[in-house]
């Protein structure tokens, strides 16, 4: 048995008994190190270093922060008042407002869990106080959730393009707008679907002229930092790792100075919630790298290459198999680790079929995101359950119309290649 099939089958078997992914990805490298033997163990602490030690990946710290730095400036309120003066009147209002809240919130965060764990439980508990059922606005928290790694900025995004040189960040980050506001829009309409189904009223009547101007006023310098952060790099003023660091100093200036909310003695704990999120999340690409590593000098890479090319599968066929290979793989991997893992095997056969890369980034991207809600493993689903205080069998239950929209998302997104890459190439990406 070669050092690449014992890699692959101790990884199963870490990730069955209960070991983390990051430490799964670790351990099953140090087993394919022992059986090659012709390697020395300081390999897997030289790969995993290397696979951090990128200036583009500065980028995640930074943004990770700007996002802690919103929140801790009371930016989750500003952002729930904006959405619901447009749609909390409507027949299922604060569903509506839930899902237009955590789009903008995905804007500035970047991350499905970090939505999930601070609007997405503010949201919760006041739709379970308006009278929806707790599971059904939990559910529809961790649909919408999503939607993070797909807005820009997007740390999954930025793990993509250093894992395939074919896409640029900046690309990717205008690629996943529309497919963002698609999912979006699917989620609103099964809002409205269930909404009516089980009478959940709205809350009220829409405001007065006057107090949405106020209130759009003040939403306005959060709702800016996507449009500054994409706006500059387009301009060619700073990279996307530099567009972290403005975006880091935007979020202190209107946390401190423009809504007043964000306290001095607050930005030590936010400095440290900030530094264990970079840690975990550093721990898992260096970890993954290695992995990535032995795969890649077994060959892995090239042998799935010729395979797929030999099969001459058409440019729609390889991406239906694709897609359910990557739903089957999200279920047990986590999205950082997945992109590690496959993009370096599976772009240059999309590539050598025809794909698009920004198309078939998007497809990976939302394949592998989907799969933290879905069980057994689905990250997004306890991180939901566990804020909301609702059982997961509950919680799955009330995910199944989700899922069905999801697919359907999903299957417009493949065939339809226009909406991942026609905004980035109008916009000048490359």
């Known amino acids: 048995m070669n050092a690449s099939a014992i890699l692959l089958i101790s990884v199963c078997i870490y990730l069955a ?24 163990m300081l390999a897997l602490l030289k790969e995993t270093f290397t696979g951090i030690d990128s200036f583009p990946l500065m980028a995640v710290p930074f943004f ?45 965060s970047g991350s499905a869990l970090a939505d999930a764990a601070g609007p997405g439980s503010m949201l919760i508990r006041m739709m379970d ?14 649909s919408t959730a999503i939607v993070g790694p797909i807005i820009p900025p997007s740390i999954i995004m930025i793990i993509y393009a250093l894992a395939d040189d074919n896409v640029s960040v900046g690309a990717l980050f205008v690629a996943g707008i529309i497919p963002g506001i698609l999912i979006a829009v699917a ?11 089980r009478n959940y009223r709205g809350d009220g009547e829409t405001p007065p002229l006057s107090e949405i101007l106020r209130t759009t006023w003040k939403a306005l310098p959060a709702i800016l930092l996507p449009v500054l952060i994409l706006g500059g ?43 264990l999120l970079t840690a975990s999340v550093l721990i898992i690409i260096g970890m993954s790298a290695s992995f990535a590593w032995i795969l890649t ?30 739903l089957l793989f999200g279920i047990f991997i986590e999205p950082l680790p997945g992109v590690m893992v496959l993009v370096p095997i599976l772009a240059p056969v999309a590539a050598k079929i025809g794909v698009d890369p920004i198309h078939f980034a998007m497809i990976v991207i939302y394949n592998l995101t989907l799969g933290m809600i879905t069980p057994p493993v689905g990250g997004l689903l306890f991180v939901t359950s566990n804020v909301s205080r609702v059982p997961m069998s509950a919680l ?18 493949t065939f339809v290649p226009a909406l991942s890459n026609w905004l980035p190439h109008v916009m000048g990406f490359k």
């Open 129 to 142: 106080k308006a009278g929806y059922d707790r599971a059904y606005a939990a559910a529809l928290t961790a």
């Open 297 to 326: 000098i077994q060959g892995v890479p090239q042998i799935v290459a010729n395979w797929v090319v030999d099969m001459h599968l058409g440019v729609w066929t390889f991406l239906i198999v694709l897609n359910v290979f990557l």
């Open 17 to 40: 008994i209960g070991v983390p992914v990051a430490f799964a990805l670790g351990l099953s490298t140090v087993t394919a190190l022992l059986v090659m033997g012709n390697y020395p």
């Open 187 to 197: 989620m609103c309409v099964v809002n409205w679907h269930i909404s009516k189904k």
């Open 396 to 413: 799955t239950r009330e995910l199944v119309p989700f899922l069905y929209a999801h697919g359907a998302v999903l299957v417009i997104l």
């Open 64 to 108: 990770i922060l700007a996002a802690e730095l919103m929140s801790g400036g009371s930016l989750t309120e500003v952002l729930l008042r904006f959405a619901g003066q447009f749609v909390g009147h409507k027949r299922g209002g604060l569903g509506y407002t839930n899902v237009v809240s955590l789009t903008f919130f995905s804007g500035i």
């Open 233 to 275: 790099m387009r301009a060619g003023w700073f990279t996307p790792t530099e567009a972290s660091v403005v975006a880091v100093f935007y979020a202190l200036l209107c946390g401190k100075y423009v809504y007043r909310t964000l306290e001095w003695k607050a930005v030590p704990n936010i400095l440290s919630r900030s530094a």
